[in-house]
């Protein structure tokens, strides 16, 4: 049984910074690429940042590139997303996803999710 399970969600002002974390189990992790998507309150699941599955690749969407970071430990099954100098925008609930092979910015290309840690960013 596959499980991805998220943490490290929380409330944060605005130009903080938060760690998100994914440890994932029941899969060859190292097989899978990884992604990071969210979802603000009301609105769609959007691309957030992904990488490849050896880890030298990684993609961010335009309104995160720069502030943050995603990486992976394929000896711990986890993957991170660094999120720094945090905006009100970014409030969502966050969730990790597993791909087999090669990535992909759609959601709907995604084999297994974990069930979303909440991000909140105040004024």
């Known amino acids: 049984q596959v499980q991805l399970v998220e943490s490290g969600g929380g409330l944060v002002q605005a130009g903080g910074s938060l760690r998100l974390s994914c440890a994932a189990s029941?899969?060859?992790?190292?097989?899978?690429?990884m992604g990071w998507f969210r979802q603000p309150l009301g609105k769609e699941r959007e691309f957030v940042a992904r990488?490849?599955?050896?880890?030298?690749?990684?993609y961010y969407a335009d309104s995160v590139k720069g502030r943050f970071t995603i990486s992976r430990d394929n000896a711990k099954n986890t993957v991170y997303l660094q999120m720094n100098s945090l905006k009100p925008e970014d409030t969502a609930v966050y969730y990790c996803a597993a791909k087999m092979g090669s990535g992909s910015n759609s959601y709907n290309n995604y084999d297994y999710w974990g069930q979303g840690t909440h991000v909140t960013v105040s004024s």
């Open positions: 029941g899969l060859t992790f190292s097989s899978y690429a």
């Open positions: 990488i490849s599955w050896y880890g030298a690749s990684t």
